[in-house]
């Protein structure tokens, strides 16, 4: 109960706080930018059918996969440094994905 006046101030000041305009770093171009278009749901889930994964999709996906690995090696100069690079792997090996 002696807590309750320090908790009610706590929460007034906090009240107070400057939060950042959003509208301030918003480009002029997503300002002017129409809202998105709503769709009835009925024709979104007729064609999600359309989609065809077959045997033929694993092997493509992976040597597309292998074909954007060979072109990530090729390009110089290293985009991160080794630092930076035995951080994020780091990260990689605490959560597998």
Do not use: Q
Request: aromatic share 4%; with cysteine.
């Amino acid at each position: 109960m002696r807590l309750a006046p320090l908790f009610l101030c706590l929460g007034l000041v906090a009240g107070c706080t400057d939060f950042p305009r959003i509208d301030a770093v918003m480009g002029t171009t997503a300002r002017n930018a129409p809202y998105p278009e709503l769709l009835p749901i009925d024709g979104l889930l007729a064609r999600a059918g359309d989609t065809r994964i077959d045997a033929a999709t694993g092997p493509a996906l992976a040597g597309r996969a292998a074909a954007l690995r060979r072109r990530a090696r090729g390009l110089e100069p290293p985009v991160l440094s080794a630092a930076d690079r035995r951080r994020l792997l780091g990260a990689l090996a605490r959560h597998p994905g």
